[in-house]
């Protein structure tokens, strides 16, 4: 059987023949974008010319050291594709993501690309969305007010503000993350309306039907490929 970054290993390995020469696409954050990555940089070393628009400055400093070209979304007219990482993945696509804190890029790209790839390990495929803390962006402003906020919504029993090292967690826009307990998430639409609702909210951990397919890996080194539409 395969250990976990093992796992993580075959997603991005296979994820990368996605990737078509001369192509501009949208790069994720995460352990398992880390391989994609990894495989990308050799295929350069072989020839790949691609340029990608990096979702967090962490993304864009291995894109680069991989010596693969980063580019900015603002320069770029379209995206065909993105490829990124998730939290949980229900059987309908839809997505929680933020764990690593750069779900603001994370969502900003997917929303402006054709397709949504997710890579993943099959831990990440669940029945219902919520078990993972919901992370939820936020202004350093009156964060204490909309974290109360969020609890009186009633969907979340409790709500975290995200530490890192013993230090307040710092997105690369310089907001803060509130973890969102929720154990269960039955209506994501809902939730996802009513948060944004909420000032000084700025963008959620839950991307609404935005992925297109989901390549899973599995310890026994099987590679599944779901579609949502």
Same mark, same amino acid.
């Given at each position: 059987?395969?250990? %976990?970054?093992?796992?993580?290993?075959?997603? @991005?390995? +296979? !994820?990368?023949?996605?990737?078509?020469?001369?192509?501009?696409?949208?790069?994720?954050?995460?352990? =398992?974008? +880390?391989?994609?990555? /990894?495989? &990308?940089? %050799?295929?350069?070393?072989?020839?790949?010319?691609?340029?990608?628009?990096? =979702?967090?400055?962490?993304? !864009?400093?291995?894109?680069?050291?991989?010596?693969?070209?980063?580019?900015?979304? /603002?320069?770029?007219? *379209?995206?065909?594709?993105?490829?990124?990482? !998730?939290?949980?993945?229900?059987?309908?696509?839809?997505?929680? #993501? $933020?764990?690593?804190?750069? &779900?603001?890029?994370?969502?900003?790209? !997917?929303?402006?690309?054709?397709?949504?790839?997710?890579?993943?390990?099959?831990?990440?495929?669940?029945?219902?969305?919520?078990?993972?803390?919901?992370?939820?962006?936020?202004?350093?402003?009156? +964060?204490?007010?909309?974290?109360?906020?969020?609890? /009186? =919504? $009633?969907?979340? #029993?409790?709500? #975290?503000? *995200?530490?890192?090292? @013993?230090?307040?967690?710092?997105?690369?826009? *310089?907001?803060?993350?509130?973890?969102? +307990?929720?154990?269960?998430?039955?209506?994501?639409?809902?939730?996802?309306?009513?948060?944004?609702?909420?000032? $000084?909210?700025?963008?959620?951990?839950?991307?609404? /039907?935005?992925?297109?397919?989901?390549?899973?890996?599995?310890?026994?080194?099987?590679?599944?490929?779901?579609?949502? *539409?």
């Amino acid at each position: 059987m395969l250990s %976990q970054e093992e796992i993580k290993k075959q997603a @991005g390995v +296979y !994820a990368a023949d996605f990737v078509k020469q001369g192509t501009t696409i949208g790069l994720g954050t995460g352990s =398992t974008v +880390y391989w994609l990555i /990894d495989e &990308l940089g %050799q295929r350069v070393k072989e020839g790949l010319e691609i340029v990608i628009v990096p =979702t967090s400055a962490q993304t !864009a400093q291995l894109a680069k050291q991989a010596n693969i070209t980063v580019s900015s979304l /603002d320069r770029i007219e *379209r995206l065909f594709l993105t490829i990124d990482g !998730a939290d949980e993945i229900d059987p309908k696509g839809q997505l929680i #993501k $933020g764990g690593g804190g750069a &779900l603001l890029q994370e969502k900003i790209v !997917a929303s402006v690309s054709d397709e949504l790839i997710i890579i993943a390990d099959n831990s990440k495929l669940v029945h219902q969305l919520g078990k993972f803390p919901l992370p939820v962006e936020v202004i350093t402003f009156g +964060y204490k007010q909309v974290r109360q906020k969020i609890v /009186d =919504t $009633g969907f979340c #029993k409790e709500v #975290k503000l *995200r530490e890192k090292n @013993g230090e307040y967690f710092i997105t690369d826009h *310089r907001h803060y993350i509130l973890d969102c +307990y929720c154990e269960k998430i039955a209506d994501a639409f809902l939730l996802n309306d009513i948060l944004h609702l909420i000032p $000084g909210v700025v963008e959620t951990g839950l991307f609404i /039907d935005m992925a297109t397919k989901a390549i899973i890996a599995y310890e026994d080194g099987k590679i599944e490929e779901i579609a949502f *539409r």
